[in-house]
């Protein structure tokens, strides 16, 4: 499959309502469903995914030699949130058929790196570690600049992700932020600095991944984005004081962060997807306990 029929087929797919009734990957009471909600935790985490898995020579000549992101940041964007809202949201039919035409795209995704090493998309090791920091980034995100999470709440999330990746094709995923670390600490002798790190941050800072957005905001998510990395990881790839984060940055995003946990348009997958399983609109922008009263009330 082409890029542009991948295209054409996302863009018949992004109603969430329908099939009524037909449950996502993941349950409505799942850490997934409450972190994927909000745009600042998935901006903010996607980026330092990003950056993780561009830290590893293999994974950053796959994406930059193969993707459209250096020409297209806008689109790529839109497609990869829209894939990743269908893992989280989308009727589980729905989202497995796109998942596997998205799994074939990569699977025509081989080269070789500039060292001289060669690399292939559809790598288990290289599907686990993508699946891992997307993971990390999005749940680290959401706890420092929305809400802090608990140790129980933050273990869980990590072990669901592990039914996501599986269908993009990861095998073993860290059931825990600890194991996460330890996974990196492994890899960690092969991350290494490139241009290409800076060229993507520049892109971020631009705006141009989401022109809606003051640029002043791009910056700071930018920055956002680094202060999740680890900080060996960090200066092994010279991200230095440039990318510092303010207290200004920090209380902006918060306050963005939190705005956007407590409104959702009824458009929205999340407030779809809701719906679709006969829950109120608005059911993920209740308290947790109005939730849970919600989902006890359907089962009986």
Not at 216 to 237: C, E, K, M, Q
Request: proline letters at 8%; a positive charge; charged letters at 25%.
């Amino acid at each position: 499959m082409q890029q542009g029929s991948l295209d054409n087929y996302l863009g018949t797919i992004i109603d969430f309502s329908s099939p009524v009734g037909e449950p996502a990957l993941l349950p409505p009471d799942s850490v997934q469903w409450r972190v994927y909600k909000n745009p600042i935790a998935l901006g903010i985490g996607g980026i330092a995914a990003v950056l993780l898995e561009f830290a590893d020579p293999r994974i950053r000549s796959g994406v930059w030699d193969h993707s459209t992101y250096k020409v297209d940041p806008i689109g790529r964007s839109r497609r990869t949130g829209l894939v990743a809202m269908l893992a989280c949201y989308g009727p589980a039919s729905v989202a497995k058929e796109v998942i596997g035409k998205v799994n074939r795209l990569h699977g025509n995704v081989k080269g070789e790196t500039p060292g001289g090493e060669k690399y292939r998309a559809l790598d288990p090791a290289l599907l686990d570690w993508v699946a891992a920091t997307a993971s990390y980034g999005f749940l680290m995100a959401y706890d420092r600049f929305v809400h802090p999470l608990g140790d129980a709440d933050k273990d869980r999330f990590m072990r669901d992700g592990d039914r996501i990746g599986r269908e993009f094709g990861a095998r073993h995923t860290p059931p825990t932020i600890d194991a996460f670390l330890a996974m990196m600490a492994k890899l960690e002798p092969r991350f290494e600095p490139h241009p290409i790190l800076f060229e993507f941050l520049d892109i971020i800072e631009s705006g141009r991944a989401a022109p809606g957005t003051p640029r002043f905001l791009h910056r700071a998510i930018a920055r956002a984005s680094v202060s999740l990395l680890p900080g060996s990881v960090r200066r092994t790839l010279d991200l230095g004081p440039r990318f510092d984060l303010t207290r200004l940055d920090r209380l902006m995003l918060r306050a963005a962060g939190r705005l956007a946990d407590r409104y959702g348009s009824r458009k929205s997958p999340p407030c779809q997807a809701s719906g679709r399983l006969g829950l109120p609109h608005d059911f993920l922008f209740r308290s947790q306990p109005a939730q849970r009263q919600m989902l006890a009330n359907r089962a009986r």
